[in-house]
């Protein structure tokens, strides 16, 4: 949430010189547009790099201002973290995403939601009573839907440990997002019951170029075997770097303008 924080704070700070009034107000707008019901989803396919098949999607929020232009999603969620409405975000997009995916959950093929969740979200009893109440009344399985939490807000802490553990007790599964991004203790990590991290984009991206930045590539993969985990990588928008990754973690599902970019349901 700190680095988050830092980054809406600088990115704020920076338009605001340049345009004080609609900026004071960008806040309410969010909120409002949230409360009005103008938060839409867009789903992004996730995709078995062996197979090419689509094995699930990511759950990606879509807002936008009062004269219908879009606010980036980095900018909306940090600010309602900020301000304290992430709960009632992350509640929408449960309900959105659950409702127009169930189709696929409650169907034969495996295939998996992937929700974001603020760190708040996890340690909220509500927000997971929430889940279970949604999850049940779809008549959903909860080993469908996977909680992504960024690495940037694992700091190591007994009931964020705890709020994993839960999760993972009701059947849900979790993964690192992010991975790579964070500087977090592994030791620490490992000892978080993880089903899976996903490999930040900016690693995709330095496929074949330095040689510096392709070895965190390997280490990264080399990570998710030893941890024993499954393994999303982020950003795959070149096809080199979907046959570098599934020749170093054969198991691997990849994300990205390759394969898709995030649409609505109906696109999917
Ligand atoms: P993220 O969780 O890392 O999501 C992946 C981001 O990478 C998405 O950006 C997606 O559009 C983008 N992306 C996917 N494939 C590619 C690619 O091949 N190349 C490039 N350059 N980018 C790609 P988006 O949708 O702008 O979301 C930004 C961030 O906003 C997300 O990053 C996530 O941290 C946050 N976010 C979005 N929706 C939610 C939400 O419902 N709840 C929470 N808490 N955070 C959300
Ligand atoms: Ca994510
Ligand atoms: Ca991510
Ligand atoms: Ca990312």
Redesign the pocket.
């Known amino acids: 949430i700190g680095a988050a924080g830092a980054v809406t704070a600088g990115c704020v700070g920076m338009v605001l010189v340049q345009r004080r009034r609609v900026l004071a107000s960008l806040p309410q707008q969010i909120r409002r547009a949230v409360s009005l019901g103008r938060l839409t ?2 789903y ?1 396919p996730l995709v078995r790099l062996s197979d090419r098949r689509m094995v699930g999607v ?5 807002l936008t201002d009062d004269r219908g232009r879009p606010i ?3 900018i909306f ?1 940090a600010i309602a ?1 900020e301000k304290g409405f ?1 709960g009632v ?2 509640r929408k ?1 449960i309900s959105l995403t659950l409702t127009q995916m169930r189709g696929r959950l409650t169907g034969d093929e495996a295939f998996d939601v992937h ?4 760190v708040t ?1 996890l340690l909220d009893d509500r927000l997971l009573t929430y889940l279970d109440g949604e999850v049940s009344r779809l008549g959903i399985s909860p080993a469908r839907v996977v909680i ?1 939490l ?1 690495e940037r807000s694992t700091a190591e802490h007994d009931r964020l440990r705890e709020a994993v553990e839960t999760l993972r007790r009701r059947g849900y599964k979790f993964f690192i ?2 991975f790579g991004t964070g500087y977090s203790n592994l030791a620490y990590l490992a000892r978080l019951p993880i089903n899976g991290i ?1 490999m ?2 900016m690693f ?1 991206k330095a496929i074949g170029k330095a040689a510096a930045s392709s070895a965190i590539v390997d280490t990264i993969c080399a990570t998710a075997r030893s941890l024993n985990v499954e393994l999303v990588a ?4 070149e096809p080199e770097q979907a046959a570098r990754i599934l020749e170093l973690f054969p198991r691997a599902v990849g ?4 394969f898709g ?2 649409v609505p349901a109906e696109h999917l």
């Open positions: 989803m867009a992004q990511e759950a990606l929020a879509r980036p999603p980095d969620i973290e992430i975000v992350t997009v929700i974001n969740f603020a979200d992504e960024t997002d992010d996903k930040d984009k995709t982020e950003g795959v928008e994300q990205g303008w390759l970019k995030p």
